[in-house]
């Protein structure tokens, strides 16, 4: 299993491509953590909305820090390799 971490900040018009484009792959044994850094746009209600029922992906909201401390908070959530 490998973590593929998205930090994310208002990416509403991108956030489902990105995702769909990791989803359509062959290889399946990967976990997708999305940290929504503090968006002031729809970003986090996409989400849920496009990805809240697949078990491959979590989802998380933070206030915003910054695209570093996002890649810290997913790889701290992380549960692959």
Same mark, same amino acid.
């Given at each position: 299993l490998f973590s593929i971490i998205i930090p994310a900040y208002n990416a509403t018009e991108f956030i489902g491509?990105?995702? !769909?484009s990791i989803l359509d792959q062959t290889y399946d044994n990967y976990e997708i953590i999305i940290i929504d850094d503090g968006s002031t746009d729809n970003t986090l *209600? *996409?989400? !849920? /909305?496009?990805?809240g029922n697949n078990d491959k %992906?979590? %989802?998380?909201? /933070?206030?915003? *820090?910054g695209v570093g401390l996002?890649?810290?908070?997913g790889?701290? *959530?992380?549960q692959g390799e």
């Open positions: 491509e990105c995702v !769909k *209600k *996409k989400c !849920k /909305q496009l990805f %992906i979590r %989802i998380f909201h /933070q206030e915003n *820090k996002a890649r810290v908070a790889t701290n *959530k992380a």
